[in-house]
């Protein structure tokens, strides 16, 4: 069993910045990888970066440059730095967790607005 717990969303202006953390319940070098997803308002959940028990990460194109993931293992945390933040960055962003099994959590709002 894996809880993934989200935090750091909120309300910033367009070409303002966020971090969003994901605190996992066990240690990092337990979970294959840890993504993070967005949700926009009656959109579909897709995928947004990942970081690998190895290290390796991968980002989707449209956050390429802007955002970075990153990992801290002392804290079993995962956070993401999202900077140039666009009015479609708005939504949920949620932490998906993959042992052999998928954990999410439940997710924290972001919304970019001036």
């Known amino acids: 069993q894996v809880q993934l717990v989200e ?3 909120g309300l910033v202006q367009p070409g303002g910045s ?5 605190v996992a319940s066990r240690s990092l070098f337990s979970i294959n990888y840890i993504d993070w997803y967005h949700q926009a308002p009656g959109e579909e959940r897709e995928f947004v970066a990942r970081i690998r028990a190895n290290g390796a990460i991968n980002y989707s ?3 390429k440059g802007r955002f970075t993931i ?3 293992f002392n804290a079993n945390t995962v956070y993401l730095r999202m900077n140039s933040l666009k009015s479609e960055d708005t939504g949920v962003y ?3 967790g993959f042992t052999g099994i998928d954990y999410w959590g439940k997710g ?3 919304t970019v607005s001036s």
């Open 18 to 22: 966020l971090r969003l953390s994901c």
């Open 61 to 63: 194109d449209s956050v």
């Open 94 to 96: 949620y932490c998906h």
């Open 108 to 110: 924290t709002l972001v």
């Open 70 to 72: 990153s990992k801290d």
């Open 7 to 9: 935090s750091g969303g």
